[in-house]
């Protein structure tokens, strides 16, 4: 009899374990969806919408000097602006880049280099005809509204991700508690039957 109880206990302690191992591995992997839901939203998203803004403020000083004819603008700023534009590029390609805002941003980079060319027929022309300018200016803005909108987009979708997985985590809490409860009045029955005694 003594091996029927020592049975029953270890039958009793595995299914306990074996339920707190299944959950903490459910638990895991939803803490892990929602710890790398959050990065994405800050490096992916916040990082990248900063970046947008200034690219656009580089755009927008661009624009200004080109409504003004601005010829020292052009010979002391424009460099810099043009360099500073190009590291803010390369820092938002190293961001998680979804399939239309590859899209968006490779056209951005395409009318960055058509303004860049556009610029210097402007200067050429000395200061005569901005048109070509202005409307690469206005295809960036474009561009930049439409990379910022996307990035909305993604990080609604990011929390809701985040959402999903926390929900799961209380839903797998609650179901774990019940079954704790379950299990440990399935124990002290199996802990206090007693089969009866052969004649």
Excluded: C, H
């Excluded at 399939?99 to 050429?124: G, H, P, T, Y």
């Excluded at 909108?149 to 985040?162: A, D, F, L, P, T």
């Amino acid at each position: 009899m003594a091996f029927f109880n020592k049975l029953k206990w270890i039958l009793g302690f595995l299914m306990i374990f074996l339920l707190i191992i299944t959950t903490n591995l459910i638990d895991k992997n939803n803490f892990v969806r929602v710890r790398d839901s959050v990065v994405t939203i800050y490096e992916d998203r916040l990082i990248a919408k900063e970046l947008i803004f200034e690219m656009l403020k580089s755009v927008q000083d661009k624009e200004l000097a080109v409504l003004l004819s601005d010829s020292i603008f052009f010979k002391t700023q424009n460099p810099k602006v043009n360099n500073d534009l190009q590291s803010l590029i390369s820092r938002f390609e190293q961001t998680k880049l979804t399939v239309k805002e590859d899209r968006v941003f490779n056209d951005f980079k395409k009318n960055i280099q058509l303004l860049l060319d556009a610029e210097s027929r402007f200067l050429d022309s000395n200061y005569s005809d901005n048109t070509q300018v202005i409307n690469y200016i206005e295809g960036l803005k474009t561009n930049l509204n439409d990379l910022s909108k996307i990035q909305i987009i993604e990080g609604s979708r990011q929390m809701s991700i985040s959402k999903r997985a926390i929900d799961t985590v209380e839903l797998f809490t609650q179901i774990e508690i019940y079954i704790l409860i379950f299990l440990a009045i399935l124990i002290q029955i199996i802990v206090m039957y007693k089969p009866k005694a052969r004649l």
